[in-house]
C-alpha cells in the first residue's frame, strides 16, 4: 500500500465513480482500477460495491477512508516539517471565521510570512458557524474561531476574551444607559448572530434561563447588516465588544450586559501527537499579538 494507492481510492469514495475519479486525477479508469484491485487483494476484502448510486463503500471500504484520510495528512504533515527543517519552503493551510478576523485581521495574519518568509499561508475567512473542527480533521493546519468553549480532537489556545453587549441606535431609549440587564430585551425585537445549527444561541440560552424567550426578529451574518437594522428599523442587536471596537459607529450606543456572556477567540489545531515547526512558530506569532 503507498499514498498514490490511497489517493486513487479516497476519489473514488467521494466521487463514486472510478471514471469522475480519474478524470480528476488525470488517469485512465482502467488505472485506478487495477489499483483498487490491487489494494483490496492486499487487505483481502472487497472496498467497493457497485450500487444505483455508483461505487459503494463496504464496511471495510468506510474504515479505510477513515484511516486514509488521516494518514494522507500526517504524511503531508512530515513533508511539511521536512521541507523547513531542509531550508525548503513550507505552507500552512489556515481558516479564520468572520469574527475572529475583526480581532486578527489578515495583513497581520499574512504578517508572519513576512517574518519567516520560508512559510507561506494560504488563509480562508469563513462564516462563524461553519464547523472548523471537522475541516482541522482533513485539511486545514490551523483554525482561528470564534468560541463555544469545548472542542473535540483539537489542541486549543485561548488569543482574545470578549462578550456580548448590546448595540441601538442613539434615538433608542436604552441609548440614555451604559449597562442593562438582559431581562430589560424581554419585550425588544432583537437580531443576533447566527449560529451553527448543531449548538444554540449563547444569548438565547442566557434568556431562558432567566425565564423568557427573546423576540428575536433577525439572525446575521455581517455585522453591517445588523448596524443598519438598528439605525433604520429600531432594532437591538446582540454583538460582541471587540467587533464593536473595531467598527465604532457613532450612529450607534454599545451597552454592556450585567450578564456576562463570554465570547473568545480561540487557535485550534489538530490533535496528532506533534506540532510541526511552523505550527508552532504560528502559534507563537499569534500569542504575542494577544499579549500586546
Not at 116 to 137: G, N, T
Not at 183 to 206: C, G, Q, S, W, Y
Request: hydrophobic content about 40%; glycine content about 6%.
Amino acid at each position: 500500500m503507498n499514498i498514490e494507492a490511497l489517493e486513487y481510492f479516497i476519489k473514488v469514495y467521494e466521487k463514486k465513480s472510478v471514471s469522475a475519479a480519474a478524470k480528476d486525477l488525470f488517469i485512465t479508469p482502467q488505472g485506478i482500477s487495477k489499483t483498487i484491485k490491487q489494494l483490496e487483494m492486499e487487505l483481502e476484502a472487497e472496498l467497493f460495491t457497485r450500487g444505483p448510486r455508483g461505487m459503494e463503500a463496504t464496511e471495510a471500504g468506510e474504515l479505510l477512508h477513515a484511516r486514509a484520510k488521516h494518514i494522507r495528512y500526517l504524511l503531508e504533515d512530515i513533508k511539511k516539517e521536512i521541507s523547513i527543517l531542509s531550508g525548503k519552503k513550507g505552507g500552512l493551510h489556515i481558516v479564520v471565521t468572520y469574527s475572529a478576523s475583526w480581532e486578527l485581521p489578515a495583513d497581520y495574519l499574512y504578517g508572519f510570512s513576512a517574518i519567516y518568509p520560508d512559510i507561506k499561508i494560504k488563509l480562508r475567512e469563513s462564516s462563524d458557524e461553519y464547523p472548523v473542527d471537522e475541516m482541522l480533521q482533513d485539511e486545514v493546519d490551523i483554525g482561528i474561531v470564534l468560541g463555544p468553549d469545548e472542542f473535540d480532537n483539537c489542541d486549543v489556545d485561548l488569543i482574545t476574551t470578549g462578550e456580548m453587549v448590546a448595540v441601538v441606535s442613539r434615538e433608542h431609549p436604552l441609548a440614555a444607559r451604559d449597562v442593562i440587564s438582559i431581562t430589560d430585551l424581554e419585550n425588544e425585537p432583537l437580531i443576533v448572530k447566527a449560529t451553527d445549527k448543531r449548538r444554540e444561541h449563547a444569548f438565547v440560552e442566557k434568556c431562558l434561563e432567566q425565564g423568557f424567550t427573546p423576540n428575536v426578529m433577525h439572525q446575521y451574518g455581517s455585522v453591517l447588516t445588523a448596524h443598519r437594522l438598528c439605525e433604520m428599523s429600531g432594532f437591538v442587536a446582540v454583538s460582541i465588544d471587540f467587533i464593536e471596537q473595531a467598527v465604532q459607529n457613532d450612529k450607534l450606543k454599545v451597552i454592556r450586559f450585567r450578564e456576562n456572556i463570554p465570547q473568545n477567540i480561540y487557535l485550534m489545531t489538530r490533535k496528532n501527537g506533534f506540532q510541526t515547526t511552523a505550527i508552532s512558530l504560528f502559534r507563537n506569532y499569534i500569542k504575542d499579538k494577544s499579549k500586546s
